[in-house]
Protein backbone atom coordinates (compact mmCIF):
# COMPACT_ATOMS: atom_id res chain seq x y z
CA UNK A 1 0.00 0.00 0.00
CA UNK A 2 0.86 3.41 -0.50
CA UNK A 3 1.33 6.47 1.92
CA UNK A 4 -2.14 6.71 3.19
CA UNK A 5 -3.42 10.65 3.26
CA UNK A 6 -6.50 11.37 5.32
CA UNK A 7 -8.57 14.75 4.42
CA UNK A 8 -11.29 14.98 7.05
CA UNK A 9 -14.58 16.35 5.64
CA UNK A 10 -15.64 17.90 8.73
CA UNK A 11 -14.69 17.62 12.87
CA UNK A 12 -17.69 15.29 13.55
CA UNK A 13 -17.89 13.04 10.28
CA UNK A 14 -16.13 12.02 7.13
CA UNK A 15 -13.31 11.74 5.31
CA UNK A 16 -11.40 11.61 2.06
CA UNK A 17 -8.58 8.51 2.11
CA UNK A 18 -5.56 8.92 -0.45
CA UNK A 19 -3.05 6.46 -1.50
CA UNK A 20 -4.97 3.22 -1.70
CA UNK A 21 -4.98 1.09 -4.90
CA UNK A 22 -8.20 -1.77 -5.18
CA UNK A 23 -6.73 -3.31 -7.98
CA UNK A 24 -3.85 -4.87 -5.42
CA UNK A 25 -4.52 -7.68 -2.77
CA UNK A 26 -5.84 -5.78 -0.10
CA UNK A 27 -3.64 -7.52 2.68
CA UNK A 28 -4.40 -8.18 6.24
CA UNK A 29 -3.25 -5.11 7.43
CA UNK A 30 -4.05 -3.04 4.68
CA UNK A 31 -7.61 -3.99 5.67
CA UNK A 32 -6.88 -3.07 9.43
CA UNK A 33 -5.97 0.03 8.27
CA UNK A 34 -8.90 1.04 6.61
CA UNK A 35 -11.11 -0.55 8.98
CA UNK A 36 -9.66 1.64 11.77
CA UNK A 37 -9.82 4.68 9.66
CA UNK A 38 -13.99 3.46 9.63
CA UNK A 39 -13.66 3.56 13.19
CA UNK A 40 -12.66 7.05 13.48
CA UNK A 41 -14.57 8.93 10.55
CA UNK A 42 -17.82 7.10 10.43
CA UNK A 43 -17.77 7.42 6.85
CA UNK A 44 -14.72 7.48 4.64
CA UNK A 45 -14.49 7.84 0.60
CA UNK A 46 -12.34 6.43 -2.01
CA UNK A 47 -12.05 8.67 -5.57
CA UNK A 48 -11.01 7.24 -8.56
CA UNK A 49 -10.99 3.73 -7.89
CA UNK A 50 -11.22 0.74 -10.33
CA UNK A 51 -12.99 -1.97 -8.00
CA UNK A 52 -14.31 -5.09 -9.72
CA UNK A 53 -17.29 -7.29 -8.17
CA UNK A 54 -14.83 -9.88 -6.87
CA UNK A 55 -12.96 -7.18 -5.60
CA UNK A 56 -16.41 -5.74 -3.76
CA UNK A 57 -16.92 -8.98 -2.58
CA UNK A 58 -13.42 -9.87 -1.04
CA UNK A 59 -12.70 -6.26 0.74
CA UNK A 60 -16.49 -6.44 2.03
CA UNK A 61 -15.33 -10.51 3.39
CA UNK A 62 -11.97 -8.58 4.67
CA UNK A 63 -14.63 -6.29 7.50
CA UNK A 64 -17.07 -9.32 8.42
CA UNK A 65 -20.36 -11.93 7.10
CA UNK A 66 -21.74 -10.01 3.74
CA UNK A 67 -25.48 -9.70 3.64
CA UNK A 68 -27.54 -12.85 1.12
CA UNK A 69 -29.15 -11.10 -1.43
CA UNK A 70 -31.48 -8.32 -0.78
CA UNK A 71 -35.22 -8.40 0.05
CA UNK A 72 -36.42 -5.83 -1.90
CA UNK A 73 -33.52 -4.44 -4.45
CA UNK A 74 -32.25 -6.65 -7.61
CA UNK A 75 -28.52 -7.44 -7.58
CA UNK A 76 -26.06 -6.67 -9.94
CA UNK A 77 -26.27 -9.88 -12.62
CA UNK A 78 -24.04 -13.01 -11.82
CA UNK A 79 -23.72 -11.66 -8.59
CA UNK A 80 -26.48 -12.17 -5.87
CA UNK A 81 -24.33 -10.49 -3.31
CA UNK A 82 -24.28 -6.77 -4.63
CA UNK A 83 -27.46 -4.79 -4.62
CA UNK A 84 -27.90 -3.32 -7.74
CA UNK A 85 -29.35 0.63 -6.69
CA UNK A 86 -30.04 2.00 -10.39
CA UNK A 87 -32.64 4.78 -10.62
CA UNK A 88 -33.73 6.91 -13.28
CA UNK A 89 -36.97 8.65 -14.39
CA UNK A 90 -39.18 5.19 -14.74
CA UNK A 91 -37.71 3.78 -11.41
CA UNK A 92 -36.92 7.11 -9.31
CA UNK A 93 -35.33 6.33 -5.98
CA UNK A 94 -36.88 5.53 -2.55
CA UNK A 95 -34.11 6.61 -0.34
CA UNK A 96 -34.72 9.96 -0.15
CA UNK A 97 -35.22 10.38 3.74
CA UNK A 98 -32.93 10.10 6.79
CA UNK A 99 -32.61 6.21 7.52
CA UNK A 100 -30.08 3.68 9.49
CA UNK A 101 -30.26 0.39 7.21
CA UNK A 102 -32.50 -1.78 8.18
CA UNK A 103 -33.30 -0.76 12.05
CA UNK A 104 -36.54 -3.29 12.02
CA UNK A 105 -34.33 -6.32 12.21
CA UNK A 106 -32.95 -7.43 15.56
CA UNK A 107 -29.61 -6.81 14.75
CA UNK A 108 -28.79 -4.34 11.72
CA UNK A 109 -25.78 -4.64 9.78
CA UNK A 110 -22.17 -3.14 11.07
CA UNK A 111 -21.83 -1.87 7.46
CA UNK A 112 -22.12 -0.87 3.59
CA UNK A 113 -19.26 -0.08 0.51
CA UNK A 114 -21.29 1.52 -2.21
CA UNK A 115 -19.33 1.84 -5.64
CA UNK A 116 -20.66 4.03 -7.85
CA UNK A 117 -21.01 3.17 -11.14
CA UNK A 118 -23.05 6.35 -12.84
CA UNK A 119 -23.81 9.48 -11.88
CA UNK A 120 -25.51 12.27 -13.15
CA UNK A 121 -24.33 15.56 -14.17
CA UNK A 122 -25.96 17.19 -11.60
CA UNK A 123 -27.38 16.21 -8.30
CA UNK A 124 -27.65 12.55 -6.61
CA UNK A 125 -25.35 13.68 -3.34
CA UNK A 126 -25.89 11.38 -0.30
CA UNK A 127 -25.40 12.86 3.56
CA UNK A 128 -24.46 11.09 6.35
CA UNK A 129 -25.28 11.93 10.00
CA UNK A 130 -23.22 11.20 12.98
CA UNK A 131 -25.39 9.70 15.57
CA UNK A 132 -22.85 10.19 18.40
CA UNK A 133 -22.37 13.80 18.34
CA UNK A 134 -26.19 14.00 18.11
CA UNK A 135 -26.26 12.15 21.34
CA UNK A 136 -23.37 14.51 22.66
CA UNK A 137 -25.44 17.42 21.49
CA UNK A 138 -28.66 16.32 23.61
CA UNK A 139 -28.83 18.67 27.23
CA UNK A 140 -27.91 16.39 30.00
CA UNK A 141 -31.37 15.86 31.54
CA UNK A 142 -32.53 14.62 27.86
CA UNK A 143 -29.84 12.34 27.82
CA UNK A 144 -30.80 10.45 31.53
CA UNK A 145 -34.21 10.34 30.35
CA UNK A 146 -33.65 8.82 27.16
CA UNK A 147 -31.57 6.34 28.77
CA UNK A 148 -34.64 4.51 29.93
CA UNK A 149 -36.57 4.17 26.77
CA UNK A 150 -37.00 1.66 23.90
CA UNK A 151 -38.28 2.50 20.56
CA UNK A 152 -39.86 0.66 17.80
CA UNK A 153 -38.90 0.47 14.34
CA UNK A 154 -40.83 -1.24 11.39
CA UNK A 155 -40.59 -1.24 7.62
CA UNK A 156 -40.93 2.82 7.19
CA UNK A 157 -41.15 3.75 3.76
CA UNK A 158 -41.17 0.11 2.39
CA UNK A 159 -44.85 0.40 3.25
CA UNK A 160 -45.62 1.95 -0.08
CA UNK A 161 -44.07 -1.48 -2.20
CA UNK A 162 -47.27 -3.33 -0.58
CA UNK A 163 -49.82 -0.67 -0.78
CA UNK A 164 -49.64 -0.23 -4.50
CA UNK A 165 -53.18 -0.89 -6.23
CA UNK A 166 -54.83 -2.24 -2.65
CA UNK A 167 -58.36 -2.14 -2.42
CA UNK A 168 -59.54 0.85 0.13
CA UNK A 169 -60.74 -0.60 3.50
CA UNK A 170 -58.06 -3.96 2.73
CA UNK A 171 -54.28 -4.07 3.30
CA UNK A 172 -53.23 -7.96 2.67
CA UNK A 173 -50.51 -7.07 0.74
CA UNK A 174 -49.16 -5.08 3.34
CA UNK A 175 -49.86 -7.62 6.23
CA UNK A 176 -47.92 -9.86 4.75
CA UNK A 177 -45.19 -6.74 4.42
CA UNK A 178 -45.38 -7.01 8.09
CA UNK A 179 -45.16 -10.29 8.57
CA UNK A 180 -42.13 -10.70 6.42
CA UNK A 181 -39.83 -7.93 7.77
CA UNK A 182 -41.21 -7.61 11.09
CA UNK A 183 -40.57 -4.99 13.93
CA UNK A 184 -38.02 -4.63 16.30
CA UNK A 185 -37.57 -2.59 19.89
CA UNK A 186 -33.63 -1.08 20.18
CA UNK A 187 -33.11 1.17 23.12
CA UNK A 188 -32.89 4.68 22.35
CA UNK A 189 -29.66 5.32 23.52
CA UNK A 190 -27.04 2.73 22.08
CA UNK A 191 -22.99 2.36 22.85
CA UNK A 192 -21.39 1.74 20.05
CA UNK A 193 -19.17 -1.89 20.78
CA UNK A 194 -16.08 -0.30 19.49
CA UNK A 195 -15.19 2.95 20.52
CA UNK A 196 -17.51 2.64 23.65
CA UNK A 197 -19.53 6.00 22.50
CA UNK A 198 -23.14 6.80 23.62
CA UNK A 199 -25.20 7.28 20.35
CA UNK A 200 -29.04 8.57 19.88
CA UNK A 201 -30.41 5.27 18.08
CA UNK A 202 -33.14 6.53 16.21
CA UNK A 203 -34.13 7.62 12.51
CA UNK A 204 -36.85 8.75 10.53
CA UNK A 205 -36.94 6.10 7.98
CA UNK A 206 -37.68 3.39 10.87
CA UNK A 207 -38.26 4.60 14.44
CA UNK A 208 -42.75 5.18 14.73
CA UNK A 209 -42.76 4.56 18.33
CA UNK A 210 -41.49 5.31 21.81
CA UNK A 211 -42.09 2.56 24.35
CA UNK A 212 -44.68 2.85 27.06
CA UNK A 213 -46.03 6.68 25.76
CA UNK A 214 -49.28 7.07 24.15
CA UNK A 215 -49.13 7.82 20.29
CA UNK A 216 -49.22 11.78 20.80
CA UNK A 217 -46.33 12.47 23.20
CA UNK A 218 -44.07 9.46 21.17
CA UNK A 219 -45.08 11.72 18.49
CA UNK A 220 -43.78 14.96 20.10
CA UNK A 221 -41.06 13.87 21.35
CA UNK A 222 -39.54 11.61 17.99
CA UNK A 223 -40.46 15.31 16.48
CA UNK A 224 -38.25 16.90 18.87
CA UNK A 225 -35.29 14.29 18.34
CA UNK A 226 -35.59 14.23 14.72
CA UNK A 227 -35.51 18.23 14.31
CA UNK A 228 -32.68 18.06 16.26
CA UNK A 229 -30.86 15.55 14.17
CA UNK A 230 -31.47 17.21 11.05
CA UNK A 231 -28.91 20.27 11.94
CA UNK A 232 -26.23 20.43 9.13
CA UNK A 233 -23.76 20.70 12.11
CA UNK A 234 -23.51 16.46 12.66
CA UNK A 235 -23.52 16.40 8.73
CA UNK A 236 -21.50 15.38 6.13
CA UNK A 237 -22.44 16.14 2.19
CA UNK A 238 -20.66 14.28 -0.29
CA UNK A 239 -20.46 14.64 -4.23
CA UNK A 240 -20.60 11.75 -5.80
CA UNK A 241 -18.29 10.77 -9.04
CA UNK A 242 -17.87 7.91 -10.82
CA UNK A 243 -15.55 5.24 -9.57
CA UNK A 244 -15.68 6.44 -6.12
CA UNK A 245 -15.99 3.75 -3.06
CA UNK A 246 -17.84 4.65 0.24
CA UNK A 247 -17.40 2.57 3.58
CA UNK A 248 -20.26 3.57 6.70
CA UNK A 249 -20.28 2.53 9.76
CA UNK A 250 -24.14 1.77 10.08
CA UNK A 251 -24.35 1.24 13.83
CA UNK A 252 -23.69 5.04 14.41
CA UNK A 253 -24.74 7.16 11.10
CA UNK A 254 -27.55 7.66 9.50
CA UNK A 255 -27.63 8.90 5.81
CA UNK A 256 -30.18 10.22 3.09
CA UNK A 257 -29.60 9.43 -0.54
CA UNK A 258 -30.96 12.81 -2.37
CA UNK A 259 -32.98 12.14 -4.85
CA UNK A 260 -32.93 15.38 -7.06
CA UNK A 261 -31.55 14.29 -10.11
CA UNK A 262 -34.32 13.30 -11.89
CA UNK A 263 -34.34 12.50 -15.30
CA UNK A 264 -30.82 11.68 -15.27
CA UNK A 265 -29.49 8.18 -14.19
CA UNK A 266 -27.99 7.33 -11.02
CA UNK A 267 -26.65 3.51 -10.66
CA UNK A 268 -24.47 2.23 -8.03
CA UNK A 269 -22.91 -1.15 -6.42
CA UNK A 270 -23.37 -1.93 -3.13
CA UNK A 271 -22.31 -4.63 -0.16
CA UNK A 272 -23.86 -4.59 3.06
CA UNK A 273 -22.00 -6.42 6.02
CA UNK A 274 -23.28 -8.06 8.54
CA UNK A 275 -21.04 -8.01 11.19
CA UNK A 276 -17.89 -7.04 12.61
CA UNK A 277 -15.64 -9.99 12.73
CA UNK A 278 -13.16 -7.45 14.39
CA UNK A 279 -15.65 -6.61 17.88
CA UNK A 280 -15.22 -9.92 19.71
CA UNK A 281 -11.34 -9.91 19.00
Known amino acids: MNQITVNKLTPKIGAEIVGLDFSETLTDLNSDKIYNLLIENKVIFFRNKKMSPETHIKFAKSLGEIEPPHPVYPNVQNYPEIVLLENNKKNPPDTDVWHTDVTFRPNPPFASILYSQTIPPVGGDTLWSCLTSIYEALPNDIQIYLEKLNAVHDMGDFRNTFTKNEPLGEAAKLNKGFNKFGSSIHPIIKVHP ?88
Request: charged share 25%.
Open 194 to 281: ITKKKLLYINPGFTNHIVGLNASDSQNLLSYLFNLMNKPEFQVRFKWTENTIAIWDNRCTMHYALGDYMPYERKMHRVTILNDKREKL
